[in-house]
């Protein structure tokens, strides 16, 4: 840019590729057009002291992205692919949530529900809050982008499509909780959007029974995109 003239071209990213094992069929991915989504990975839905586990949710399993996430996020980012933080972190007034939403998790009207306080004086799944906060030992890099979300998906409301196409994403791996849940329903909206989506299994989790899960997997596989794991996408990375 200089003055009178402006100069729109993007920057042309030399792709890089990458042949990842997935089901129901490998994958051949440009990294440089492909985004990490990490949806949900925050104190209320993970933490012994969040909001699921007052309300007598048992999260213990919740955490189990986090270790595998750490080891897979370090060889993604050098090899072009960008990270996306997406948590539930709703405007303290909730003056953007309906009705049926907060119904949903606060269905009598007298439990704890979202903006609530917690017994540790946190508000339930409010942005800049301790229990929208990422759990510990999850930092976003620099160059990681931060959206928050108000409902399952993270697409209504927020900012997260743009900021995608900014990026030039094409390409979205899934991580997070709940699977059959928030990750669910983003991944959902992502592929009405025209993105292809990879869920990567064990990069998520979830407090439903196992046959959510197991559903979860079927229906992505079969009318939504891939599933694969991230033991799998740090092979194909060696591999390249």
């Not at 196992?210 to 990375?237: E, I, K, M, P």
Request: proline share 8%.
């Amino acid at each position: 840019m200089r003055p009178g003239h402006v100069d729109l071209r993007r920057p042309d990213v030399p792709p890089r590729a990458v042949t990842v094992g997935a089901l129901p069929q490998d994958l051949t991915l440009d990294l440089t057009r492909t985004a990490v989504v990490v949806v949900d990975l925050q104190n209320d839905f993970c933490h012994p002291d969040g909001w699921l586990a007052s309300i007598g949710v048992d999260v213990s399993g919740a955490g189990a992205p986090v270790a595998p996430l750490l080891e897979t996020l370090p060889p993604l980012r050098a090899a072009g692919a960008g990270v996306v933080w997406l948590n539930w972190g709703n405007r303290p007034d909730r003056a953007n949530l309906p009705p049926g939403v907060r119904h949903v998790y606060d269905p009598d009207g007298e439990s704890t529900g979202i903006g609530d306080a917690l017994p540790n004086g946190s508000a339930v799944l409010t942005e800049g809050s301790w229990s929208a906060r990422l759990v510990d030992g999850l930092v976003p890099a620099p160059e990681d982008v931060v959206v928050s979300k108000y409902r399952m998906s993270g697409f209504p409301d927020t900012p997260l499509d743009s900021v995608l196409r900014r990026m030039r994403v094409d390409t979205l791996l899934f991580a997070g909780v709940n699977t059959d849940q928030c990750v669910l329903a983003t991944l959902t909206d992502a592929a009405g959007l025209g993105y292809d989506v990879v869920l990567v299994e064990d990069l998520c989790a979830t407090t439903s029974p196992q046959f959510c899960t197991d559903a979860t997997l079927y229906n992505v596989r079969q009318v939504f995109g891939f599933t694969t794991t991230s033991a799998q996408l740090r092979a194909a990375l060696a591999a390249s």
